[in-house]
């Protein structure tokens, strides 16, 4: 299972990707700027989206929703510059796990598998393909930046600067400009007030101090409903050992929740039902997450043997992956163990407890592909000089231990 802080970072992730609508849709203190950023942050996202279809870790409905979210954000933006023009209400929470699947998995393997990128063979060539996209947004930060020394009063233009170096990954130069917005509103915007706390968690190490807190209340306390100010007042809560706080930021958070956004639902009940058991209150199951929530019974025992004459073909010292993925769609493990090769043959039990992701685990399927892969480098991407085998259309419920020989040679 993943431990809370990871899964505090994996929040932080998510959230980052929740300011992109706004990003796209509001006013800044000059049109042109504004349209060279929210250009290439549409041209961005767009981008990776068609990375992630091209390489099956989302399907063409899906992609077709975020693409349409996309630029029906950007249309918005470039037809009324001088409002405000996305909703916050509903209709950001079915996109908020599809956006942020390849972050969060990128994210994951970085942390849990010393080095592990990315089981698409194609992440390089993704991630390298979009520096001319971050080359763009630079670009526009640099003139927003000059401009704003002229007019150091213009609170739209510090908000976008913010919002603009949240996504440049510049969280100490984000935090002072939600600093000097927040001194223009005289602390009594609560985006405002939220963006800043957000900025100097980031800026912190995903850290969120007393202080950040202090933001998310007094935020909370001006539009008590306010998503991302639960959202964060709750993980706050959490790092601050204020279990039974954020337990009540978070119920709250998933009460505004539509049931039929079951990837959010259960993401969200994993993480409040840990601020649960840390605070000694009982924990209730969610009647709209019951079925993803029940993975007792999904478990696949794996014996993982290697086939005879391939024992000079790697070192003991290589790393062994054994996971399971769909027969169809997202690529991504469901569940994954790592080893080394001097721990053939092994047995080991793939379940939830050892999924990438509470949107994307074992108990959501019913037959998976199960691959032991031995390889050179340490990385996911399967290269020349790998070892593996397969077993597909295995069911998640059964009961009897499958056998995966490794014979195969990528050449």
Known sequence: MLNFWIICALLLIVALIIILPSLLAKQAPDDLDRKKINR???????????????NDLIDQEQYNIAKSDLERSLIDDLEDHKQ?????????????????????????????????????PEFERKMASQQGQMTAIEDAIIEL???LKKDPDNLEGWQMLGRSYLVSKRFEDAAKAYAK????????NP???????EAKGFAAGNNFDESAMALFTKALKINPNNERGLWYAGLAAYQLQDYKGSVEYLEKLLQRVPNDQTDVRTALVKYLNDAKQKAGIEIVGDATTSKQMDSAKSKITVN???SDGLHKKF????????????????????????MTAEDLPTTVTLDDSVSMMPSMTLSSMEKVEVIARISKSGQAVMQSGDLFGSVK???????????VVISELVP
């Open 393 to 403: 259309s295995v069911k998640t419920d059964q009961s009897e231990t499958i056998d």
């Open 315 to 338: 070192e003991n010292s290589d790393t062994l992956f054994i996971y399971a993925r769909a027969m169809n769609g997202p690529k991504m493990p469901l569940a994954l163990v790592k």
């Open 181 to 188: 917005a927040n001194e223009l509103t005289n602390g009594a």
């Open 40 to 54: 290439a942050v549409y041209e961005k996202k767009l981008l990776e989206l068609e990375g992630d279809l091209n």
């Open 84 to 120: 405000v023009v996305l909703n916050r209400s509903n209709n950001i929470l079915p996109i908020i796990v599809l956006l942020a699947l390849p972050a969060i998995a990128v994210f994951s393997y970085l942390k849990l598998n010393n080095g592990l990128i990315s089981l698409d």
């Open 304 to 306: 993982v043997m290697l």
């Open 191 to 197: 985006e405002v007030l939220i963006s800043y706390g």
């Open 145 to 147: 930046e000059a401009k």
